[in-house]
């Protein structure tokens, strides 16, 4: 079959590679959603979790290909996670982190997987099923559920407290349920009445007393950052055997922004140096300095000490300083940067 070809990710194919962290204690090869279907036999969505560190790579190919519909999954590495975890030739990518995928780009749904970094959550149907579920017609999106997203919230204490009190079983270690009070400070900063608590600061509750839970509370001051799962969410990935991660979280409640930048090259260039540094979660990073007053970067909002995360929507993650300026000079005139501040990094990283 004729592959289409994705400029700047291989030759016929992008390649996208998974591989497994035993450390996260997946047990479950692959998870199935219960649907009733009008096709007799026809299979259900299978979700993945997948974990790898920054210096592995993934472990399976994503095709488009001519004369197929979907986003394939192909040339899947024998040994790999992708072959480990049960992820079958010929499948189709369905949703990624959450997201729903089937309608996008080819290359849209390569960026969103790399975007995701080091974890990702992905939906797969098998092909058979996939074809007969488009010749009856079927909307694919109504075969998964509608929010599979925990969420991060950062909450600052009011005069009256966070706006939350939690409740557990009697004697039970890190179960908490957040009763929250409407308009208080929780509420505002996004906490779903009658959430699980999951992770406390970037720490897991799992081991936590209620006493022990209450003196951390006391110990944050005046601001906390709760990662939280409704029960439908907590319901989804327990039932599953998957854990939850702050990795996999919607951040659109979260007061720290990652911030994207479109620079036009003027007479006198874009006006920023590239400068590689130490990372404040190890490792180094590409950091921008000396924004030069007036010109495109500033006017784009560039500033000092910004880390780049992406160039032209592709992460760089793992990548060495030539290797981000050959990124940002592969399009002459014009580039986008994904940027985030030195207090928002230190804010993530704090959170995992």
């Known amino acids: ?8 990710l291989g030759d016929k194919t992008s390649i996208i590679k998974f591989e497994f962290n035993p450390k996260d204690g997946i047990d479950n090869p692959a998870l199935t959603l219960t649907e009733d279907t ?25 095709h488009e290909e001519l004369g197929c519909r979907g986003h394939i999954i192909r040339q899947i590495e024998l040994g790999g996670v992708a072959q480990r975890r049960g992820l079958q030739d010929g499948d189709r990518l369905l949703q990624v982190n959450g997201h729903f995928v089937d309608h996008m780009d080819h290359l ?20 058979d099923s996939y074809e007969a579920a488009k010749s009856l017609g079927r909307d694919l999106s109504q075969m ?25 079983p009697e004697g039970t270690k890190g179960t908490f349920q957040l009763s929250v009070r409407q308009d208080g400070p929780a509420d505002r900063a996004g906490v779903p009445a009658g959430s699980w608590l999951l992770e406390l ?9 209620h006493t022990q839970l209450t003196r951390k509370l006391k110990q944050s001051g005046n601001k906390v950052t709760l990662l939280v799962a ?31 930048l479109h620079l036009v090259k003027g007479p006198a260039g874009y006006g920023f140096l590239l400068k590689e540094d130490d990372c404040i979660s190890g490792g180094t990073g590409q950091f921008l300095w000396d924004v030069d007053e007036g010109l495109p970067a500033e006017q784009a909002g560039m500033k000092d000490g910004d880390r780049v995360l992406a160039v032209n ?40």
């Open 144 to 168: 998964l559920p509608p929010d599979i997203r925990p969420r991060l919230c950062h909450v600052t204490r009011d005069k009256s407290g966070f706006g939350f009190t939690v409740s557990g």
């Open 1 to 8: 079959a004729a592959m289409k070809q994705t400029e700047g």
């Open 201 to 209: 600061n970037g720490d897991s509750v799992r081991s936590y007393s």
């Open 313 to 352: 929507g592709e992460s760089i993650e793992g990548l060495d300083h030539e290797q981000t300026v050959l990124r940002i000079r592969a399009h002459e005139e014009r580039v986008t940067l994904l940027v985030i501040d030195p207090a928002g990094d230190e804010f993530y990283h704090s959170v995992g």
């Open 230 to 260: 409704s029960s439908a969410v907590e319901e989804f990935y327990r039932l599953r055997g998957l854990r939850v991660m702050a990795a996999l979280a919607d951040p659109a409640w979260l007061p720290f922004k990652a911030r994207e």
């Open 38 to 62: 009008d096709a007799e036999g026809m299979g259900e969505p299978r979700f993945y979790l997948l974990s790898k560190d920054s210096t592995e790579t993934f472990g399976f190919c994503l």
């Open 108 to 127: 849209r749904v390569v960026q969103r997987i790399k975007a995701s970094g080091n974890q990702v959550l992905l939906a797969v149907l098998d092909g």
